[in-house]
């Protein structure tokens, strides 16, 4: 199984970025996928899940109305949107599949 994340970088409050995950190594279109965030100093947490058929979406709280998960089944991808980034969205961003599978994690600078 491999994950690999890109789309991270610095951006101003208020900005969006996209951040997306390639897969490989398994069937994709079988499993859940997720991203998780973590920040300095403190534990990774869950950010937003997708079902293997995209039918069905969960968000944080700290992120509902801003964040958008999706996938593409054909190019075997996962996506976080993220809109009306803030300060604390500061952290780096991970995906996660099956067989307790990560990937290497991109970087998300808010600042101004």
């Known amino acids: 199984v491999q994950l690999v994340e890109s789309g991270g970088g610095l951006v101003q409050p208020g900005g969006s970025l996209r951040l997306s995950c390639a897969a490989s190594?398994?069937?994709?279109?079988?499993?859940?996928m997720k991203w998780y965030r973590q920040a300095p100093g403190k534990e990774r947490e869950l950010v937003a899940l997708?079902?293997?058929?995209?039918?069905?979406?969960n968000y944080a709280d700290s992120v509902k109305g801003r964040f958008t998960i999706s996938r593409d089944n054909g190019k075997n991808t996962v996506y976080l949107q993220m809109d009306g980034l803030k300060v604390e969205d500061t952290a780096v961003y991970y995906c996660?599949?099956?067989?307790?599978?990560w990937g290497q994690g991109t970087q998300v600078t808010v600042s101004s």
């Open positions: 996660r599949g099956p067989f307790n599978s």
């Open positions: 190594g398994f069937t994709f279109s079988n499993f859940i």
């Open positions: 997708i079902t293997s058929d995209g039918g069905m979406k």
